[in-house]
């Protein structure tokens, strides 16, 4: 897009012609609400931040030190604003990593919703058989089995940042799960063991 900006200061101008895409609108702006940056003022116009900026005078890039004045920017001047491709590329790199955070996220939500119904299978029979109740020892294999494969499907999650974390947390819950339904097994085993009677 090509726009021109049009700052004016008292009777001067400053025409600053800004390639982004494809289209062209205009704009006219005081040239002394431009106090300090440049740059700054053509955030709010243009969206691209300051570091994504390349400001062209006179065919000569502007450092972010150098004031409009110094570089001998005068009335009716033309500036010409590019934005910066390499700033675009860590953008989309930047957006590639947020994306694959957020599947990650979605992935180990995924887990945790089975693993939450597991759990509440595991918390009723841990009631069970802490009561003396003896129960089906196929049972206890079986829910450490569907649980071992929530454990498998978090490890081919490729997670980073957030996302990490939360499998770590969710991995953890997994293996406290695994161990409870462990004791429930010996002490299934050998029902005398919960009351303290060996």
């Known amino acids: 897009m090509l726009v021109f900006l049009v700052f004016t200061l008292k009777r001067l101008k400053l025409i600053i012609v800004i390639t982004i895409h494809s289209s062209v609108s205009g704009k006219i702006l005081n040239l002394a609400q431009i106090e300090g940056d440049l740059k700054k003022v053509l955030v709010q116009e243009t969206g691209l931040e300051p570091k994504e900026q390349r400001l062209l005078f006179q065919g000569k890039e502007k450092d972010d030190e150098e004031s409009l004045h110094m570089v001998g920017v005068k009335g ?5 604003l590019l934005d910066n491709p390499a700033s675009k590329e860590r953008k989309l790199e930047e957006m590639k990593r947020n994306q694959s ?4 996220c979605e992935e180990v939500a995924k887990v945790r919703a089975e693993v939450v119904q597991l759990s509440d299978k ?3 029979l841990e009631g069970i058989v802490h009561g003396g109740t003896k129960v089906d020892e196929k ?6 089995e569907l649980l071992m494969v ?3 499907q978090l490890d081919t999650i490729e997670a980073n940042g957030v996302a990490k974390v939360q499998r770590r947390a969710e991995v953890h819950r997994v293996q406290r799960l695994v161990d409870t339904l462990d ?3 010996a002490r299934n085993s050998n029902p005398f063991r919960s009351s303290g009677k060996l």
């Not at 955070?101 to 990650?104: I, N, T």
Request: aromatic share 0%.
């Open 76 to 80: 009716m001047s033309k500036v010409v």
């Open 101 to 104: 955070v957020l599947k990650a």
């Open 122 to 124: 595991v918390n009723a």
């Open 139 to 144: 049972e206890l294999l079986g829910l450490t």
């Open 150 to 152: 929530q454990l498998l």
């Open 183 to 185: 004791n429930m097994k």
